[in-house]
Structure formats: structure tokens, C-alpha cells
């Protein structure tokens, strides 16, 4: 898979969890704007991803779909507040960009834009114990 179109960054995604069609800007996005919808739902385990090649797996926890007006965008159906400059930052938008979706030559009416909300998964951080038993096993392995 190219991330690019120079086909300068190809890398392979590992197996693991689906992928999340678009970038993000960093791997502790909490927000994602999806301009053509999602197949992936609300609790599902998905992998967001990086044009680096770097994923993380997180938990999708809101996936709302969205209004395109001009100069705004809304959730349906909602009435939350949604911090739209960092859900630019995380997406990897401009914020103007962002908020006159309806201008952007990519735009597609006929398609319902979503906002993804992730949850990020708690990982584990390894105790001295399993380190040292960790190098003790590689230490043994070595001459092998």
C-alpha cells in the first residue's frame, strides 16, 4: 500500500484490526473528520494510522454523522459541542478548510460526512520484573 502518490512511502499495514480509511495527524487524535462516511461503527476496535506507517488501535466511541452547511458543520441529531479547531488539528486540516467543507472541491453532497470520536485503549506498561526477565531471555538466546 502507497500512502503517496510519489510512491516514495510504501509501507504494509500488519495484520490487526481494520483500518480507518484517512490519516491522522498524530496517534493521540481523539477526533477524526471522515468527508465520505464510514462502514465502521460506534465500539468497534479499529487502527488509526499515519502517513509514517505507525497505527495504533483504539476504540471508536462516537460516530456522528454530520450537516454540511455553509461555513458550519452539525452533528444530526446532537446538540453537543464539537472543539472543531482540534478537530482540524487531529484530522490534519486546515480549520477553514474544515468549516467550508460545503466549498471544498472535494465535497460531495450526496455523501454524509462523520466525525469519529476515539477512545484510546489503556497499554500496559511492562514491570522491572518482566524487563529484566525479558534481557535475561534474550541473553540466553543469544549464543544460539
Same mark, same amino acid.
Given at each position: ?8 512511502? %510504501?509501507?504494509?499495514?500488519? /495484520?490487526?484490526? !481494520? #483500518?480507518?480509511? +484517512?490519516? &491522522?495527524?498524530?496517534? =493521540? ?37 454530520? %450537516?454540511?452547511?455553509?461555513? /458550519?458543520?452539525? !452533528? #444530526?441529531?446532537? +446538540?453537543? &459541542?464539537?472543539?472543531? =479547531? ?59
Amino acid at each position: 500500500m502507497s500512502c503517496c502518490s510519489g510512491g516514495y512511502c %510504501q509501507f504494509k499495514f500488519p /495484520e490487526g484490526p !481494520p #483500518i480507518v480509511d +484517512d490519516p &491522522v495527524s498524530n496517534l =493521540q487524535a481523539k477526533y477524526q473528520f471522515l468527508a465520505y462516511g464510514s462502514l465502521l461503527e460506534q465500539g468497534e476496535v479499529v487502527r488509526i494510522w499515519m502517513e509514517s506507517g505507525k497505527t495504533k488501535t483504539v476504540v471508536i466511541d462516537r460516530k456522528m454523522p454530520l %450537516q454540511v452547511l455553509p461555513g /458550519e458543520l452539525k !452533528p #444530526i441529531g446532537s +446538540d453537543d &459541542v464539537i472543539p472543531w =479547531q482540534l478537530v482540524a488539528h487531529d484530522s490534519g486540516m486546515e480549520y477553514e478548510e474544515l468549516i467550508n467543507w460545503y466549498r471544498h472541491p472535494l465535497y460531495n453532497p450526496s455523501e454524509t460526512p462523520v466525525l469519529m470520536v476515539y477512545g484510546h485503549l489503556v497499554e500496559k506498561k511492562p514491570t522491572l520484573k518482566e524487563r529484566w526477565l525479558s534481557f535475561l531471555y534474550k541473553m540466553r538466546n543469544l549464543g544460539r
